[in-house]
């Protein structure tokens, strides 16, 4: 029963992918826009200040902040799509049509009930209006709940076929078939069922941020934790979009969740600090800051004749959690030989968000450098206070430092460059990231198609036959296998430049870093897939 449920929740986790991957696209597009409209930078840029910039800025940022009251569209599509074993693109469409009915059923039901709210607002009722139908606030979950459904009668009945006349109703057609009166049921138990969830969901956010710096640290310390798992973004999506991440009333519209909030707080000129909800997504500071100090650590604790094999090694993971926010390279370099460390790094990483919660700050701050300043400096020091961001980055940057020295140190670990004698770095080889730095193996790999390291990656998995499914996050080729004995880690690590490989159950994931799209690619290629299975 525990590896069915770990199963299911590796699965989820995948799916939440497909939306998660787009809608931080969404913020940076959101800030761009913020630039052509900013009042202070017109100050000091004046040529910034015409109808053609600022139309342009004004358009993208209006244009992109609607995505924020459609969250349980995007969801309900990207979680049938994920969680669909096949014909992915109709499972979407299905969802889609499924998500129509659904609210306008939920909306009929609660009229005849009598229970739809007829006053001039629906602030603190409990109701809201989805795509111009007012039906209860569901939120995101709506969303989730519907492509989890979707998805579950799409893999059951999508290849049921019918013989004679009835031949037209089967396949996706039935699919359609069935789901119709599931939905409609659906929208007649929410209507009754959601209003108790709603509250343990209230009661658990007023829990949350009752608790103060405790659960912050936990959530910090949690979702860091989870990194080995693959789960870690189950712990801050929630907070991110939905009522746990806080609400607030923006342009006369009441958002919930961290990031849906700073979103519309970005481009609204009467907000004159960022809401404190904002710390839900400080994740970057050790991202940014605490990392490249355990990078260092490792480096000037690396024996002398190692030291130029851990420096080409350590720099290009640096450079990339310091810019992009990618952390894995690193926490793969010591998760396996030194858990301890890694360990630690979840603590301090718990402790570096609650510190910038102590402080005040309102700094935007969830990946890496690129993304805090097209972020932040715009909006200037009154409404983020981003130079303490950095000031609090420059402590934990010391801490990491010294704390990962002395342990590794004080219990010699083996970290990069401090392997025994005759024992080449188990996680990464110069020539890896020599590679890495020229475009990367992933990148030759697209390009080289089915006759490059697809194969390689193919055949260390246990062969194509082996294979049910093939996803990707940020970094993770994520797979699942019918046989996971069959992988052969040291291949994948030495051969493909794989960081680390990670297996529970049938569920497999290989840490390629940036270049996990290209690679995913090849590999589909290779296996002579399609987005339709």
């Not at 799409?154 to 359609?176: L, T």
């Not at 697209?446 to 996803?471: C, E, H, M, P």
């Amino acid at each position: 029963m525990k590896m069915k449920i770990m199963e299911a929740m590796q699965r989820f986790s995948k799916a939440m992918f497909i939306p998660i991957l787009i809608l931080p696209i969404e913020g940076i597009l959101i800030a761009f826009g913020n630039l052509f409209t900013n009042p202070k930078l017109m100050e000091v840029f004046p040529f910034l200040n015409n109808p053609i910039t600022t139309g342009f800025g004004t358009i993208l940022t209006g244009s992109l902040v609607s995505i924020l009251a459609n969250l349980g569209l995007i969801f309900c599509v990207g979680i049938a799509i994920g969680l669909a074993n096949k014909e992915k693109a109709i499972a979407g469409f299905t969802a889609l049509l499924g998500y129509l009915v659904f609210v306008n059923a939920m909306n009929k039901f609660m009229q005849l009930s009598g229970i739809l709210y007829e006053g001039d607002t629906l602030q603190g009722t409990g109701q809201t209006t989805v795509l111009g139908v007012q039906i209860l606030d569901m939120g995101v979950f709506l969303g989730l709940i519907l492509g989890i459904v979707t998805a579950i009668v799409h893999n059951k009945f999508v290849d049921k076929e019918f013989k004679g006349a009835f031949q037209i109703y089967g396949g996706s057609r039935f699919v359609f078939i069935v789901l119709i009166p599931v939905v409609v049921l659906l929208s007649i138990a929410l209507t009754y069922i959601w209003p108790v969830f709603q509250s343990g969901i209230n009661g658990l956010g007023t829990f949350i941020q009752h608790s103060g710096s405790f659960g912050i640290f936990l959530y910090g310390a949690l979702e860091r934790l989870l990194i080995p798992t693959g789960l870690h973004h189950l712990v801050y999506t929630p907070f991110l979009y939905t009522s746990l991440g806080g609400a607030e009333e923006v342009g006369g519209k009441v958002l919930e969740g961290a990031r849906n909030i700073y979103y519309a707080e970005i481009i609204d000129p009467q907000v004159k600090e960022l809401s404190p909800s904002v710390v839900w997504d400080a994740r970057g500071i050790s991202k940014m800051f605490g990392l490249i100090g355990a990078c260092l650590a490792m480096y000037h604790t690396a024996k002398p004749e190692n030291k130029a094999k851990a420096r080409a090694i350590l720099i290009p993971a640096a450079i990339t959690s310091f810019i992009a926010g990618v952390t894995e390279p690193i926490e793969f370099s010591f998760m396996f030989v030194a858990p301890l460390l890694f360990v630690v790094h979840a603590v301090l990483s718990g402790l570096a968000m609650v510190t910038f919660h102590l402080f005040d700050v309102r700094a935007i701050g969830p990946n890496g450098m690129i993304d805090f300043l097209l972020f932040n400096v715009p909006l200037g020091v009154g409404k983020t206070h981003w130079p303490t961001y950095i000031l609090i980055g420059l402590i934990f940057f010391v801490i990491y430092y010294v704390v990962f020295r002395f342990l590794i140190t004080k219990f010699n670990f083996k970290t990069i460059g401090r392997e025994d004698e005759g024992v080449e770095t188990k996680l990464y080889t110069k020539k890896d990231y020599k590679e890495k730095q020229s475009q990367g193996k992933a990148e030759t790999a697209a390009a080289q198609g089915n006759d490059g390291i697809a194969s390689v990656i193919v055949n260390a998995l246990g062969g194509a036959s082996n294979i049910t499914t093939v996803t990707n996050c940020y970094t993770r080729l994520r797979l699942t296998l019918d046989h996971p004995e069959k992988v052969n880690e040291e291949i994948l690590k030495r051969e493909t430049g794989a960081n680390g490989v990670i297996i529970s159950d049938k569920n497999v994931q290989v840490v390629y870093g940036l270049q996990v799209n290209n690679i995913r690619k090849a590999v589909d290629e290779y296996l002579g897939l399609s987005a339709n299975e």
